[in-house]
Structure formats: C-alpha cells, structure tokens
C-alpha cells in the first residue's frame, strides 16, 4: 500500500523557519522524483520545490527561491523541506508528491500526501 505521510506543519511567525518532513512507503522510493506542492485558500495548488530521484537537481518556484530548500534521505525514505524566512504569504497545506515516468510505456506513477498545514501569522 502506497503512503506519503508529511509531518512538520504549524503555525509560525513571520521570519521563522519550519521543516515538513515526508516518509514514504510501498513503492520504491529512488525511482521517483519528489516534490512540494501547497495550496492556499481560494486559490490553485501550485508547485513549490522538486528534487530528482538521484537528488542531483532540484528546483524552486520563484516566490521560495533562496528561502526553502528540499532534500531527501533515500535511506529513510523521506523528503524535506526547510523552509526559512516565512512570509504570511506562505500560508497554505503542503502537500508531498511522488511522481515517474516509466519511459519504455510512457506510462507514470503519481502519489500524494494527505498535506499538513502552515499558518505564517503574528
């Protein structure tokens, strides 16, 4: 049975710094790209970071760049992500992804996380 369990969230104030936590279980986790997505209130779910499945490339929306960072620890099957100077604007749930593409059928393998939320607030 395949699960993303993410952990990590809460509520912080401006300029503070959290780290979501994603553990992952029942499919092999190296051969999947990881990433962040959130979603705020009223508004699409957007991606915030992704990290290959060597971990050797990531990448960042613009409004986290030089803020957050994603990691992975292929021996604890976890993702991360440390998030630094948070903003209220960051506000929103997080959701882990788990995402391949077997290239000789095309066909791809998209898991998620049921999310947990960050509140950025004063």
């Known amino acids: 049975q395949v699960q993303l369990v993410e952990s990590g969230g809460g509520l912080v104030q401006p300029g503070g710094s959290l780290r979501l936590s994603c553990t992952a279980s029942?499919?092999?986790?190296?051969?999947?790209?990881m990433n962040w997505y959130r979603q705020a209130p009223g508004k699409e779910r957007e991606l915030v970071a992704s990290?290959?499945?060597?971990?050797?490339?990531?990448d960042y929306a613009d409004s986290v760049k030089g803020r957050f960072t994603i990691s992975r620890d292929d021996a604890k099957n976890t993702v991360y992500l440390q998030m630094n100077s948070l903003k209220p604007e960051d506000t929103a749930v997080y959701y882990c992804?788990?995402?391949?593409?077997?290239?000789?059928?095309?066909?791809?393998?998209?898991?998620w996380g049921q999310g947990t939320q960050v509140t950025v607030s004063s």
């Open positions: 029942g499919f092999t986790f190296t051969s999947y790209a």
């Open positions: 992804n788990a995402f391949t593409m077997i290239m000789a059928t095309l066909n791809t393998y998209n898991y």
């Open positions: 990290i290959t499945h060597t971990g050797g490339m990531t």
